[in-house]
């Protein structure tokens, strides 16, 4: 996944005080290495950062692979999907 591709689609989508781009002094968004950071001085709406997510992983086609998870009352992580339990699971069905 390409984290400054991510950090573009956030700048430009993000919306503070009902407009677009508007992030001036009150909103950050910054990029290093693999974590990208949005921090807010003022009251922001986690779950619309978890839409923004949500929605490149879709556009990029990697929704299938890839789920938006809380990890804190004040941040999400991507995790993959664990496709190899629920393989065994199937398997295991098969046998009884």
């Known amino acids: 996944m390409d984290c400054a591709a991510l950090e573009k689609y956030l700048n430009e989508r993000v919306k503070v005080d009902g407009k677009r781009g ?17 921090t807010a ?32 009352a004040t941040s999400y992580e991507l995790r993959y999907y664990n496709i190899a339990d629920q393989e065994e699971e199937d398997d295991g069905d098969e046998e009884e």
Do not use: C, H
């Open 22 to 38: 508007n992030l001036g002094e009150s909103v950050k968004i910054s990029r290093d290495k693999a974590v990208v950071t949005v």
């Open 41 to 72: 001085q003022e009251p922001f709406s986690k779950r619309q950062i978890r839409y923004l997510m949500r929605r490149y992983l879709k556009r990029a086609n990697l929704r299938d692979w890839l789920r938006v998870v809380s990890n804190g």
